[in-house]
């Protein structure tokens, strides 16, 4: 069944280079004859799109995604009087400077209504159209010190002599502008070509929020408009961690740049945090944006969204005198509800550490729910389904949204490689393969469907539910564990692991990761008893019961009452101890026993990040130790008093790297009383 968009052709400026940075502008002019109350008009573009009617900003996308699934937006118009107006659309391709999950191929733009009385919108030559020739990538972040890993896009340096002043106003002089050029439709490819390399589908994303925010204070006091000479600073502080497109209007002399620094947090010369509201002589890092000015008064905006809680705000080179007018922020994040804390509340927690623990949980999850379920939004924004899996049962349980859930399974989904394993992040434009989160991927299914996502809705992904399992399974060696388990087996950022990998020997034959895959197999199998088991499926609660009797009989140490990292190394950990529990290895009393004498151990490695923790709580909760909830809490309240932050950072040791990190948002869940588990 044809959709509105899919025959309608692709458009750009026909001397752009559609595979290199670059922002386009369109214009097109059209007349309604009657007031249109409400229609639908679908659009996409490469990578980016914002469509303005008569200058009122209508809608942003596409929302993140692959080339072989990428999304037409449905945007929305309403009230629309008859007459004549002008839609406004700036298209910006990033290319190789975008963040690592913004993907695209060819610069591009598709626009389709769906209703006859908006059909001058649709794309094709009648549009008019200009390339940017003002902006040009900050690749590297300002960092002093070692600069972290940091992908999540350039920043803008923006020439603003060159902006095109009132483009999006029908008064605006065009008549320089070039035709757009057509590119085939959809449907226009009897050899099985795509045009600009693309597959379209509808976006299953609403429209992002776009939520005016005030800023909560400036240093030093703020003035209309405040003048900012060469050699000072002004640093403007969001109150909290945000996630805003800022939209900036300045005025200063012919060739002056102004640099904004987007930070989360103060630093020491050195390249610490200080606490985070301690900014007294402070240092500010981060991605930033320059504007050389023109002489006259102007508005800019940036190519994407920036994360911060402070900007710095200084001025590289001047002759005189530069004018901040405004820095107006307009808040953006998926549109989830808020969730009202419950009126009861266990035992364990007190009332003031409830309601601080529940509010940095809302503020730190909505900062990562976007156009995916980010991991961090500062450094990264990526896709990762051991962040997702958290996040989600939040999504589902607290404020019964699935539909970013979903479409993370389904982006997960398609990053699988011929080997049957999906990738640990996407849309990324690296590869890189954590296989323990493809395990994760599977626990999201099945979380999906425990928390009401209809069965139709993950019908299609059972055979790569399979593929996966059978990759773990090709790995089993005769000892009855997993055999050394390729690329990076991440567990936890333990101080003990390598890059946060489990422990293995030569052979394989961890513990950690033979139970982590007894624990997916039990997933898939109540995912095949609700999807239906498909051809060449194994026993799977056979197998899992089977790598359970392994470790037991390999790695349990009676002399020393632990389970063993591997089954001869010297190690013992944590984290074996509670997979342990949560693959049922022991239960019980037993269980109990185990879990009360680790949670106060000094001498097993320890847990490195507020993510882990997830599954130290369920741990607790399966042996009935609800009674040490205070103490592993404490590791959330510690922090946040010690950083000063309002956020829960992702790691609960000194001087994080991401202040934002919603793995950690496990305090609500337990607050809430979720169970996440059988």
Known sequence: MSRPFDTIPLIRHPDVDPKAFSIQYFRREFETSATVDEAVVWVSACQRFELWIDDVLIGRGPSQSDPSRWHVSPISVTNLPAGRHLCAVRVVNRADYAGIVQLGTEAFLLVAPEDDRLSGLTSGEHWIVRIDTATTPTPDPVWHGPTPYFVAGAGDRVLLRDLPAGWRLPQFDSSSWAQAK??????????GRYPADVILRPDPLPQMTDEPLSWARTIP?????????????????????????????LKGPVGAVVRLVWSEAPYTREGSKRHRDETEDAFFCGPYDEFVLSGEEKEVTTTWYRSFRYVEITVQSANGEVYLHEIALSRTSFPLAKPERPTEIPTWVSEADAANLWEASWLTIRNCAHEVIMDCPHYEQAQFPGDSRIQAIYHYTLCDERRLGL????DLHASRMHDGIVQCRFPSRQVQIIPTFGIYWIMMIEDYLRFGGPREDVEPYSTAVLGVVQWFERLLGPSGLLGRVPHAPFIDWSPAFRAGNAPQEPNGESSILTLLFSRGLRSASRIFAVMGEPPGLIALDSLADSLVEAVVRTCWDKHAGWFRDTVSGPTFSQHAQIEAVLAGAVRGEDARDLMSRALNSATLGGIGTLYYRFYQVEALMRCGLSESMPQVLSSWTKTLRREGLTTFPETELPNPRSDNHAWAITPALAIATVRWWD
């Open 182 to 191: 057509e590119i085939a439709p959809q449907w226009d490819n009897p050899w």
């Open 221 to 249: 006091e703020a003035t209309t408009p405040m003048k900012i000479t060469r050699g000072s600073r002004v640093v403007w502080d969001a109150g909290e961690l945000v996630n805003a497109w800022p939209v900036i209007r």
């Open 407 to 410: 479409k993370a399974i389904d």
